[in-house]
């Protein structure tokens, strides 16, 4: 693809993303996140009610007159995303592929982020880290997270959601907001998931396709699978063989979806066919009043 046609995609997505952070979501990813801490801001005289306990003595004997410390919130964080860019992405039956959305989603907070004057870094993986951009501020270091979004390829096959994560544990020294967007077709991660978890503010991000949770009855279908190349049959017309591939694709979506809640992960379903902006809006505006 020529550069110019680079630069116009990068501006459709651009102002796409851009627009819904402008009218609804800025808000909702502003309340959700906590700050580093709070730090000294000013001081004021005392009002009845003010905690007694943020009285600056200092300036209360200078001044004869009672004066407390006013705190603000140290509000500049880091927003880590690391997102999967295996060839398992590639896949839609929708309008969309699941890599498109996810760059998509992942644009959307990354301009969240630098509305809010937060830093962003980007990791993209398949079996190995493929890119890793480290964080900034800035609308133009935005719109390199996005180029490298929509147009890095990855030689490897599979997928390693570990490796992506244990080497953020290793250039993430300060706790970090981390987004992990994957449709987390993997084995041997909820390790390196756990550990994550535990040290960053941590946030799955699984996108997926309804054909991989109900396949429809469309007769004989090849099946290939893109990250080792292997193919089969499906005979969708034969309703207890479609049957047992739906009931065990539901039940691997149910064991995630409950193993993640019991590890106390957080984890957005986004599907393909679907608005991702509801769910997104749901799931911080959830977290925003806890």
Known sequence: MHAREILKKVKQIEIRTRGLVDSFFGGEYHSSFKG????FSEVREYQQ?????????????????PFIKVFEEERELTVMMIVDISSSGSFGSETYQKREIGAEIASVLGFSAIKNNDKVGLVLFSDDVVKYIPPKKGKSHILRVIRELLYAKSEGKGTSISRALDFVMKVSKRKSVVFLLSDF?????????????RK???????????YEIDFPKIGMFKVEDSET?????????????????NDMNHQKNDDFINKSKKL??????????????????????KRGEK
């Open 36 to 39: 580093r801490g709070m730090t």
């Open 49 to 65: 009610g003010d905690d007694v306990r943020l009285i600056d003595w200092n300036v209360t004997a200078r001044s004869g007159n």
């Open 185 to 197: 077709i993997d084995e041997d991660y909820w390790d390196s998931l756990k550990i994550t978890n």
């Open 200 to 210: 960053h503010d941590f946030i799955g991000i699984k996108i997926f396709d309804p």
């Open 229 to 245: 190349g292997d193919t089969f049959w499906v005979d969708t017309s034969n309703h207890s063989e479609l049957k047992q591939m």
């Open 264 to 285: 106390g992960i957080d984890i957005i379903s986004i599907s393909t066919s679907d608005n991702y902006i509801d769910p997104l809006m749901k799931f911080f505006k």
